[in-house]
C-alpha cells in the first residue's frame, strides 16, 4: 500500500548521504503503515534508515517529536488540500462546504500515515508551536468556511460561527475516520463515504436555515 503521495524519497538500502532529517521522516512514514504509530521506536527509525540509534538524535528529541514533525506535516497538507476545495467560498458556500468534506475524505484515502499521525498518536495538540500552529491553520479553512455560512443568516437567526465548524469538522471527520480511511480499518459501507457526508451536510444546512 502506497501510504503517502506526499512520501520523503528515501533509499530502499536506508540513508548514505543526504539529508537525514527527510530519511527519517520517510522511516517514520513506512512504520507507521507497518505498525501503526505506537507500534515502533526511535531505534526502529534509525535502523530502518540504516544509521546508529545515536544519529536521529541530532534531528529529534526523541520518537514523539519524530511522530509530532510528521503530523506537523500532515495538517500543513491538509491546509493546503483544504484551501483549494474551499475556493473562497465559490461557486457558493454551501457548495464549497460540500467541496470540503470531500477534500477531507481524499486526505483520509490518500494519505493514511500522515492522518494516523496527526490523529491517533496520541500526541497533545500542543507538543510544539509549529504543531499547534499548523492545525490550527488547517482548522481554519472550517472556520472560515463557517464564517461564510452564518453570514448568510439572518443576525438574529446566526448561531456561533466556532460551533458550526466544530460541526462539521467532527461530521467529516468522523465519516473519514470509519468509511474513506486508505487503511484497513476503514468499515464496510454499502455507499461511497462522499455520498453519506454529502447527504449530513445538506440535513446540517437545512437544519441552520440555509438553501442547500
Known amino acids: 500500500m502506497n501510504w503517502s503521495k506526499?512520501?520523503?524519497?528515501?533509499?530502499?538500502?536506508?540513508?548514505?548521504?543526504?539529508?537525514?532529517r527527510e530519511a527519517l521522516v520517510a522511516?517514520?512514514?513506512?512504520?507507521?503503515?507497518?505498525?501503526?504509530?505506537?507500534?515502533?521506536?526511535f531505534a526502529d527509525?534509525?535502523?530502518?534508515?540504516?544509521?546508529?540509534p545515536a544519529a536521529p538524535y541530532r534531528h529529534f528529541r526523541d520518537r514523539d517529536e519524530l511522530l509530532g514533525h510528521v503530523a506537523k506535516r500532515g495538517f500543513e497538507l491538509l491546509e493546503a488540500a483544504l484551501r483549494d476545495a474551499w475556493?473562497?467560498?465559490?461557486p457558493d458556500p454551501?457548495?464549497?462546504?460540500?467541496?470540503l468534506g470531500r477534500a477531507y475524505l481524499d486526505f483520509a484515502r490518500s494519505e493514511p500515515a500522515y492522518y494516523t499521525a496527526m490523529f491517533e498518536a496520541g500526541l497533545p495538540p500542543n507538543l510544539s508551536p509549529e504543531l499547534a500552529d499548523a492545525g490550527e491553520r488547517a482548522f481554519g479553512v472550517l472556520?472560515?468556511?463557517?464564517?461564510?455560512?452564518?453570514?448568510e443568516l439572518p443576525e438574529p437567526d446566526r448561531p456561533p460561527a466556532m460551533m458550526v465548524a466544530r460541526h462539521i469538522w467532527a461530521?467529516?471527520?468522523?465519516?473519514a475516520?470509519?468509511?474513506?480511511?486508505?487503511?484497513?480499518?476503514?468499515?464496510?459501507?454499502?455507499?461511497?463515504?462522499?455520498?453519506?457526508?454529502?447527504?449530513?451536510?445538506?440535513?446540517?444546512?437545512?437544519?441552520?436555515?440555509?438553501?442547500?
Open 6 to 20: 506526499h512520501r520523503p524519497r528515501r533509499s530502499r538500502k536506508g540513508y548514505h548521504h543526504g539529508d537525514l
Open 27 to 41: 522511516a517514520a512514514l513506512d512504520l507507521i503503515g507497518e505498525k501503526g504509530p505506537a507500534g515502533f521506536t
Open 45 to 52: 527509525a534509525a535502523r530502518s534508515t540504516g544509521v546508529s
Open 87 to 90: 475556493n473562497d467560498g465559490n
Open 94 to 99: 454551501g457548495g464549497a462546504v460540500q467541496h
Open 143 to 151: 472556520r472560515q468556511a463557517a464564517e461564510r455560512l452564518c453570514g
Open 171 to 175: 461530521l467529516s471527520h468522523g465519516i
Open 177 to 212: 475516520s470509519l468509511y474513506a480511511r486508505g487503511d484497513e480499518a476503514r468499515r464496510a459501507l454499502p455507499m461511497p463515504a462522499e455520498d453519506l457526508l454529502e447527504a449530513g451536510v445538506l440535513i446540517y444546512l437545512r437544519g441552520l436555515g440555509l438553501p442547500a
